[in-house]
């Protein structure tokens, strides 16, 4: 379990890709800090994935091929910056919202726009996705916790704050890019009853 806020970014070093699996090593300051342990999960761009090997400045991790085919892992390279958060412990505080590190789909960004002192980026999605991004809604995007601030056909939009751009890797984000997204298990859970016609069998006992 996480909240979508980023702890640290992490520098790819390495990705082995075995057919349409893939074991990925990334350097970051959470192992020298003692973050997290062998076994430990922890959210790469909003993926959770298990630690499987550390060393002094990095973890390894496997990547499933369920993961490489719903993510943009299969864009993954040396050198690339990752968003990272440490699964949640109990008693800590719930900033941003409940996120599994199940990521849904990926969204290209279509468009940015200057809003005063934030960003706005724009995203366009499958629109099988279309009814779990609502406004003022949240949303995952490659980790971070973000609000929904208008939503279009196929598409939605979301703003950065300063603080967002320079702690992730939404900075270097371009116009085509792909981004992981994973929308609100609450409104997972609402469609699907909705879609089952449960609702209504409820209101009829």
Known sequence: ???????????????????????????????????????????????????????????????????????????????????????????????????????????????????EDSIRLRFQIGTEYEPYIVEKGSVAINGISLTVVSTSQSTFEVALIPYTLTHTNLSSLKQGDSANIETDILGKYIVNMAKKGLTEKWTQR
């Open 1 to 115: 379990m996480f909240t979508g806020i980023i702890q640290a970014r992490g520098k790819v070093v390495q990705v082995n890709r075995s057919g349409q699996q893939a074991k990925l090593t990334v350097e970051t300051s959470l192992v020298s800090d003692g973050t997290f342990k062998l076994g430990d999960s922890i959210a790469v761009n909003g993926v959770c994935l298990t630690v499987t090997d550390l060393t002094g400045t990095s973890f390894s991790a496997d990547v499933m091929p369920e993961t490489i085919l719903r993510t943009n892992f299969t864009q993954l390279a040396s050198g690339a910056f990752v968003n990272l958060e440490p699964s949640l412990s109990v008693g800590e505080k719930l900033d941003g919202h409940f996120v599994l590190g199940h990521v849904d789909t990926t969204a290209t960004l279509v468009s940015t726009q200057a809003d």
